[in-house]
Nanobody
Framework: QVQLVESGGGLVQAGGSLRLSCAAS????????MDWYRQAPGKERELVAS???????VYADSVKGRFTISRDNAKTKVFLQMNSLKPEDTAVYYC?????????WGQGTQVTVSS
């Protein structure tokens, strides 16, 4: 089992920045892929950024050039640096990892961007 705890969400003005963190804990796991998703009210959950294998990264078109996913060397923490935030980035952001062929989710952290 892997437990994920996100932090770093909050309220920010448009144009501002936030850095989300996600810490994985448990025992005997090996994380292959680390993702950030988000879900806005009334919308489906969408992939924001992903990092897998040899640090290959993928970003949603809507965040390219503004968001950066990174991780620590131990692959137990994943971060999402969010710059130039827009009101449409408002959502609950979820950390997700694939470990030992299973997907695990964090509880989510709210990000609100005011105009």
């Amino acid at each position: 089992q892997v437990q994920l705890v996100e932090s770093g969400g909050g309220l920010v003005q448009a144009g501002g920045s936030l850095r989300l963190s996600c810490a994985a804990s448990g025992s005997g796991f090996s994380i292959y892929r680390m993702d950030w998703y988000r879900q806005a009210p009334g919308k489906e959950r969408e992939l924001v950024a992903s990092m897998a294998g040899g640090d290959a990264t993928v970003y949603a078109d809507s965040v390219k050039g503004r968001f950066t996913i990174s991780r620590d060397n131990a692959k137990t923490k994943v971060f999402l640096q969010m710059n130039s935030l827009k009101p449409e980035d408002t959502a609950v952001y979820y950390c997700a990892v694939v470990a030992d062929f299973r997907r695990y989710w964090g509880q989510g952290t709210q990000v609100t961007v005011s105009s």
